[in-house]
């Protein structure tokens, strides 16, 4: 038998709400920028959210994505500056010349293009084909929202492999080469808003070298980004002559690697450890001075000859470097 005072206890059942229903409705024209001559366009922060977008057919133009984007597809265009915020996939040109790209993204891919100045932060191995005149160099960019921009993109900055380039048409002679000098871009006021700049002391991703196989090496290794950002930028405006020339981050999701790595801090439980390889004269003790009179509280570990920086520097990054060979 019922009972009235059961009546009132019976829940609703609770009203289902797919996901297609809530979706906001996205106008893919909002996510494209095709056909300028002459003109300068710009997408703000927050305006692009993750999505996908297209850049085509763009001649004479500059072009500015301010956003963290999901891929980014550039075709067709000629005598453009194109700078695209952190890019959690791919980032593909296409069929472009006579263009300057600055771009972060996940993965970096290049053909049938020519004549080209790309300013490079790539966490996986850059690819070109079919390509001529390609010069590569170290991203070196800043605005107020691009770090928190590189986090929701998934790029961490500690691992830009910008000057590993693979080309598959490598028999069809130098088709890139390096450039050392960071690409430094004309940006227009009405951008001054958001901090924008190309100076490298301000750059969100470290400045890394190639390898000058001369002067000293010194190992150093961090267990905080926050401090080794600091020991970068301390080394830099002392202008001890100092050259970052690698810089690799793990943690513990990082099994292959990390196990091995913590054991440079002995005793002490790191979670995370960025390791850097600096090369100069008398770079160790310079990292020495710097380390001990300005940050005495860091956690770290570095190395105390030079025979002892080029095993730690083997071990450290030897391993990273192997998983881009074709």
Known sequence: MGCFCCKNSVKEPKKLIYSWVERKH?????????????????????????????????????????????????DDCQRCTIIVGPTKQSIFVRDTINSTVVVACGQFRVRDCAFLKISLFCSTQPVIESSRELQFSCYQFYYNQLADQFTKADLNIWNNN??????????????????????????????????????????VVPLTKCNQQSGENCFVAF????????????????????????????????????????????????????????????????????LANDFPQFTTMISSTETEAKELIKMFFDKFENEFQP
């Open 26 to 74: 996205l106008d893919p024209a909002d996510y494209m920028i095709e056909n300028l001559n002459g003109c300068t366009a710009y997408k703000s922060p927050g305006s692009i959210g993750g999505q996908q977008f297209v850049i085509r057919n763009c001649q004479d133009s500059n072009i500015y994505l301010l956003d963290h984007i999901g891929s980014v597809t550039i």
């Open 162 to 203: 910008w000057r590993t380039v693979y080309d598959y048409t490598w028999n069809e002679g130098d088709n890139w080469t390096v450039n050392e000098e960071p690409i430094v871009v004309d940006l227009p006021d009405e951008l001054n808003k958001y901090g924008i700049t190309s100076e490298s002391k301000k750059s």
């Open 223 to 290: 267990g905080f980004g926050i401090e080794a950002l600091r020991f970068i930028q301390a080394f830099q405006s002392h202008e001890t002559d100092l050259l970052l020339i690698n810089c690799n981050y793990s943690d513990g999701k990082d099994t292959k690697v990390f196990p091995e790595r913590a054991k440079l801090f002995e005793t002490k439980k790191v979670e995370t450890i960025i390791g850097l390889q600096i090369q100069g004269p008398h770079a160790i003790n310079k990292c020495l001075a710097i």
